[in-house]
């Protein structure tokens, strides 16, 4: 017994021995980087004491500590950064849905600015602003060097005054110079309507307005349709839209679902970790949805096109969406500023991330760029050609009544309708034409 007792004291001595002996050069480690992280803050404390006292020029103490918060932050990524009172009351603005400015949502790339999409119905939009336009100058002015913060504030001015931006677009060989009046942005969050037997969902952004206008908007088209049994299905237009809250992703995503995952959220911590599932109820009734995607998609529109595409319920045609799996945090900060962090990751149902990859879509689409008028009015001409019928003299049709006669008529005019659509938008008609084919297939095509 008592040998036992000394050989389980002896095990007990050794493993205490063991731990201190692994432990030791941590702790030293420990040590080595809290002394490290110390030197670097004495560090900044001497640059900042050498500018106050000896820059060429009085400075702003204030600005230059928050010119260095926002240069640690814009380090990590684009995403992250430092935003003043004024800035954190912008975006509080904005995620409600009416601001002032351009109407444009912008990224860093390279030090480049670029634009990620233009906003329906806003100046920049209607000024002829492009997603993936690169811009290089405001009102002559280079932005090359300034973080983003800056540049965006460059863009900023008052309601009804003129900017005029220089951009670098793929494909043009010299620099377009687009002027631009700013106005109060307010933004419709979906706009609906019907074309044919298709209800079209065009979501615009990703804000508090988003899932109730969807249902809204859902629910009257379908009313306009006469029934959802008069409806083949619906089109999720999510092209040019740069996202916006999360909640609002994964509210739209849920609208289409009855259930499984919608996105996870990974952050450093596997702990940290979230996972957000749809709830029973398909506002659609389980109908055809084609979504609708682009280089301008981004964030919150990759969650919704990656969800539905993942459970196999939507097919997602256009071009390869912009690729930004972050999620960011608004932290309130002391003195009614905050910081905008990159916290975790998202991920569709399926495991993957779009991160710098985007969603890829099912069919590929490209959107043609618009034909000059002269091609456009030859065209027209084409379809305004003379047919028999138009021969005086001609023979009547007598294989037909007048009502089938009529209603020939007005297939026709649909078919030259639905013409008209591909010259103004050819990636929606072929998503009209997938649902049609689904129709003409019948259910089992479902």
């Given at each position: 017994?008592k040998?036992?007792?000394m050989?389980a ?29 110390y ?10 004491e ?46 409600s ?48 060097g300034l ?19 220089t ?11 687009i ?14 309507r ?73 952050g450093?911590?596997?702990?940290d ?23 301008g ?6 969650i ?32 009614e ?7 975790a990751?998202y ?39 003379r ?5 005086r ?8 009544t007048?009502?089938?006669i ?13 013409a ?11 998503a ?15």
């Open positions: 017994m040998k036992f007792l050989a004291a002896t095990g007990t001595l050794a493993s205490v021995l063991i731990t201190t002996q692994v432990a030791a050069p941590l702790l030293a480690q420990e040590s080595t980087k809290t002394t490290n992280v030197q670097q803050l004495d560090l900044f404390g001497d640059i900042f050498r500018i106050r006292a000896q820059y060429v020029e009085e400075v702003d103490e204030g600005d230059l500590i928050e010119a260095a918060i926002n240069g640690m932050l814009t380090s990590l990524d684009p995403h992250s950064s430092y935003l003043s009172p004024e800035d954190a009351e912008g975006m509080k603005v904005q995620t849905g009416e601001f002032g400015g351009l109407g444009i949502e912008v990224t860093q790339e390279e030090g480049f600015v670029k634009v990620v999409s233009p906003i329906d119905g806003t100046p920049a939009d209607e000024a002829g602003v492009e997603s993936g336009d690169f811009i290089t100058h405001v009102d002559g002015e280079s932005l090359l973080t983003l913060d800056e540049a965006v504030e460059m863009m900023r001015g008052p309601v009804g005054s003129e900017i005029v931006i951009v670098a677009r793929e494909g043009e060989d010299e620099p377009l110079e002027s631009i009046i700013r106005d109060t942005i307010k933004l419709t969050a979906v706009r609906s019907v074309e044919g037997t298709s209800v079209v969902l065009r979501v615009t952004t990703f804000n508090r307005q988003t899932s109730p206008n969807l249902a809204s908007g859902i629910k009257e088209q379908i009313e306009e349709a006469g029934g959802m049994d008069k409806v083949n299905g619906f089109i999720l237009d999510l092209r040019n839209n740069p996202g916006g809250l999360l909640t609002e992703a994964i509210a739209v995503s849920d609208a289409f679902l009855e259930s499984g995952e919608i996105v996870s959220t990974r450093r911590n596997p702990e970790g979230e996972r957000y599932n749809a709830t029973a109820g398909d506002l659609t009734g389980g109908k055809p949805i084609v979504v609708l995607i682009n280089g998609s981004a964030s919150a529109s990759e919704v096109a990656g969800a539905l595409q993942d459970h196999r319920r939507a097919i997602v045609v256009g071009t390869k969406s912009f690729g930004k799996g972050s999620v960011q945090t608004v932290m309130p900060l002391r003195g500023g905050a910081m905008r962090l990159t916290t990751r991920y569709t149902p399926s495991g993957r991330s779009i991160q710098a990859l985007g969603v890829s879509p099912d069919i590929v689409v490209e959107q043609p760029r618009r034909k000059p008028d002269a091609e456009t009015e030859e065209e027209q001409t084409k379809f305004e050609a047919t028999e019928a138009d021969l003299g001609s023979l009547n049709n007598d294989s037909l007048e009502d089938e009529e209603q020939i008529k007005k297939d026709q005019e649909k078919a030259l309708a639905a008209k659509l591909r010259e103004e938008d050819y990636q929606l008609a072929y009209i034409d997938i649902l049609k084919g689904l129709e003409a297939l019948g259910p089992e095509s479902k």
